[in-house]
């Protein structure tokens, strides 16, 4: 992938990637019960479970990547 136009944050360049953000499959519900035995069957209910969106960025080679979102939020955030 090509760098064109990169957006500047400091001396970093910032891309915005298409792939992000990442989702991922994780526990959403939890018990009441801190009890070992009543989590582990709450863990096998697959009811308890859904997709999670992370807004992440990640830096490689100097340059930051980020989601739409983050690249807002920066942008947000340097105006003030």
Do not use: C
């Not at 018990?31 to 035995?37: A, E, F």
């Not at 009543?38 to 989601?67: C, H, P, T």
């Amino acid at each position: 992938m090509t760098i064109t136009n990169p957006a500047y944050y400091g001396n970093t360049p910032i891309v915005v990637h298409p792939l992000l953000p990442f989702t991922d499959w994780r526990q959403i519900k939890f018990p009441r019960s801190k009890k070992k035995r009543i989590r582990k069957k709450f863990r096998k209910n697959s009811d308890n479970f859904g997709y999670i969106k992370f807004a992440e960025s990640f830096m490689m080679d100097g340059v930051l990547y980020v989601s739409q979102e983050v690249y807002n939020a920066l942008k947000e955030n340097n105006k003030k």
